[in-house]
């Protein structure tokens, strides 16, 4: 009974902190707000009614299962909070009056998009007005802070994109993660609204896939207090979602040609390979100085290493004295042994250098009951160094994510993310 206390209460604590932390940083949503006002006369419709009744899916519309919805107040003004970043459908009607009908009404992240409706009355026009491909305006005359926002559509359509890095790199003022001349540390990397940043180096824990990336929002100067002490740039990062009306999968697959990093040759070819057709030879260990040293280059095996396999100088006979001196047979016998070591070390030449860098993402989604969608993307990134490694440099993460949405005011999002890598450290070292 205290074990099933104790978990709960962890259980608790967590919730709480989750909640906490989702309203500490960065939201998830937008808003669209405007004017709903009589075409002819300019006055504002009161009690008029603007509802978002589809979104658009890779330029499909489909309908929402629960619409979102207002009615205009005494000025004719509305908005429509926690709207989810993406394209939407927007119609406003009145009675006596047209319907009026927005498509594609672009939704950002921390941004207001407004949208202004003016209804004809139906006396004078009885058709519905359709604006296909809406735009609000880009000038933002409330925002005081340098942001740049990058959609999923966007994303899709650069190629090279694989992480969260990579879009970084797209804007002028960030370089190698670095903001306006910032250092490493001082930036703030959010995703589903909570810090991804190890309090104990204050460095980015992972660098989240591209793929299982709805939006990003990267501010670099004028940061709000929501973001809390933040010194060179924020990265809030609106993860994907499933979709509710299908099941969606996708899997890309990229791979690089073996030898593009060595400029078309093999690593292991004795054609790219001078040192080693000259060091390939008894007589060049034999005779050969070190230009640096000045000594054989056989004495680079040990301290005098091969002076112990060859024969020593004898006396033959007394009187006269007749001596046994070591030849150039003597000499090379023990080159081709100081050879043979270094052959050893350089035995891999003459392989195939068949290790190509390659890439595999595979995402999947789409509603598994009524009010609850899963999403899950998942990454691997094997890359070999130039210098031939026992084991390739290798990357992998998983981002998914369960959606449940019990009624139209609320969503409840249980997020996992996993990242595992390992990275060869090739220096200019003996070792």
Do not use: C
Not at 43 to 50: D, H, I, K, R, S
Not at 144 to 162: E, F, M, W
Not at 317 to 333: A, I, T
Not at 371 to 395: C, F, G, K, M, W
């Amino acid at each position: 009974m205290q074990k099933i206390i104790r978990i709960t209460r962890m259980i608790s604590i967590v919730l709480t902190l989750s909640f906490v932390l989702d309203h500490l940083f960065a939201g998830e949503t937008g808003k669209i707000a405007g004017k709903v006002v009589d075409a002819q006369t300019g006055n504002p419709l009161v009690g008029a009614n603007v509802i978002i009744s589809a979104n658009w899916i890779d330029d499909k519309e489909i309908a929402l299962d629960i619409p979102l919805g207002v009615a205009t107040d005494e000025e004719g003004e509305y908005f429509i909070l926690n709207v989810s970043p993406g394209f939407y459908t927007v119609w406003a009607g009145f009675i006596g009056y047209t319907k009026e009908l927005r498509t594609k009404v672009e939704v950002v992240v921390d941004k207001t998009s407004r949208v202004d409706f003016e209804l004809f009355s139906e006396t004078i026009k009885g058709k519905e007005v359709v604006v296909t491909a809406y735009k609000h305006d880009k000038v933002e005359p409330d925002l005081t802070a340098t942001r740049q926002t990058y959609s999923a559509s966007q994303i899709d359509g650069v190629p090279g994109i694989k992480d969260v890095s990579d879009i970084l790199n797209l804007q002028a003022d960030v370089y190698d993660g670095h903001f306006r001349g910032g250092r490493s540390g001082e930036e703030l990397y959010l995703v589903g609204g909570a810090s991804i940043m190890n309090p104990l180096t204050n460095s980015r824990t992972f660098s989240p896939i591209a793929t299982a990336i709805q939006e990003v929002e990267v501010y670099t100067s004028g940061f709000s207090a929501e973001y809390g002490n933040v010194q060179s740039g924020v990265i809030n990062i609106i993860a994907k979602e499933g979709r509710s009306d299908k099941w969606e999968t996708k899997v890309d697959a990229y791979m690089t040609n073996s030898s593009y990093k060595t400029w078309g040759g093999s690593v292991y070819s004795r054609d790219y390979l001078d040192y080693f057709n000259m060091l390939n030879s008894a007589e060049v260990w034999a005779d050969s100085t070190d230009p640096v040293s000045g000594v054989l280059l056989w004495t680079h095996f040990g301290l005098r290493f091969p002076n112990y396999y060859i024969p020593e100088t004898k006396l033959v006979q007394p009187f006269p004295p007749v001596y046994s001196y070591p030849d150039r047979e003597d000499s090379l016998r023990a080159a081709q042994l100081v050879k043979i070591l270094w052959l050893q070390s350089v035995r891999d030449v003459g392989l195939e250098y068949a290790k190509p860098d390659y890439r595999i993402e595979l995402s999947t989604g789409g509603p598994i009951s009524k009010h609850t969608t899963i999403y899950i993307a998942v990454d691997q990134n094997t890359s070999y160094p130039i210098l031939p490694t026992e084991r390739p440099d290798v990357e992998r993460q998983v981002m998914s994510n369960i959606t449940i949405k019990p009624n139209i005011n609320d969503k409840i999002k249980l997020i996992y993310n996993y990242s595992d890598s390992y990275q060869n450290d090739v220096t200019d070292t003996f070792y």
